[in-house]
């Protein structure tokens, strides 16, 4: 059974701070990641995909992959409190084209 | 780039009643979709994969004779809820896979409610 594993928070952070969301996967084989971002009552959005290990940088955003940890992390810069939402991390299945999906992280950021 | 639409956004029915839910990629096309449901506070539930010209393939403990899908083109799959009832009431949502580069874009869901 292949796992994504998310804190469900609420992780609280000020208005401007750098806001950290972290993920685990068990699939050593995985090769494709994203993060997306869910409002109340909405349907997810997609932030970033990232691929290879290290940082990728998009905007406020930075995804980070370290594969040989399992280990995906999401930051994001100068964090507004319209960034408060449910952060979902997705871990692809190669063979299958699923998304496995963690619970998510509540995020919420304080004015 | 990247539009999936959903239709209809919101349909409240009897239960009994037969409810098809439209999903369509409006700017790529997309060889494979997927169907979600989402209850109140929970995560995303996969119910099926569905593909272009072929079958869906159903998860685990979803009835495929209840949640009929059919993908008929590059761009439009649809989802028909049979004989509804109350506990089928929950946020369905429908994804497309971009087939370059292969990441999955969500529509903006149905909000079904089964009386």
């Known amino acids: 059974q292949k796992e994504v594993e998310q804190n469900s928070g609420p992780l609280s952070v000020p208005e401007g701070a750098i806001a950290s969301l972290n993920c685990t996967y068990s699939d050593r084989g995985s090769q494709s990641f994203f993060w997306y971002r869910q409002y109340s009552g909405k349907s997810p959005e997609l932030i970033m995909f990232?691929?290879?290990?290290g940082d990728k940088e998009d905007g406020r955003f930075t995804a980070q992959l370290n594969k040989a940890s399992q280990y995906v992390s999401l930051l994001i810069r100068d964090s507004q409190p319209s960034d408060s939402a449910t952060y979902l991390c997705a871990v692809g299945e190669d063979s299958s084209y699923k998304l496995i999906f963690g619970s998510g992280t509540r995020l919420l950021v304080r004015p | 780039g990247a539009v999936v639409s959903q239709h209809p956004s919101r349909v409240i029915c009897k239960s009994g009643t037969s409810v098809k839910i439209e999903c369509r990629s409006l700017?790529?096309?997309?060889?494979?979709m997927f169907w979600y449901r989402q209850f109140p506070k929970q995560s995303l539930m996969l119910m099926a994969t569905?593909?272009?010209?072929?079958?869906?393939?159903?998860e685990q403990g979803v009835e495929k004779d209840k949640f009929l899908i059919n993908h008929a083109s590059l761009t439009l799959s649809t989802l028909t809820v049979t004989s509804a009832h109350p506990e089928d009431s929950s946020f369905y949502i429908c994804?497309?896979?971009?087939?370059?580069?292969?990441?999955?874009?969500f529509g903006p869901g149905t909000r079904l409610t089964v009386l």
């Open positions: 700017d790529f096309q997309a060889t494979t």
């Open positions: 990232i691929y290879s290990n």
């Open positions: 569905s593909n272009e010209g072929s079958k869906a393939t159903y």
């Open positions: 994804s497309a896979r971009d087939g370059v580069g292969g990441t999955q874009y």
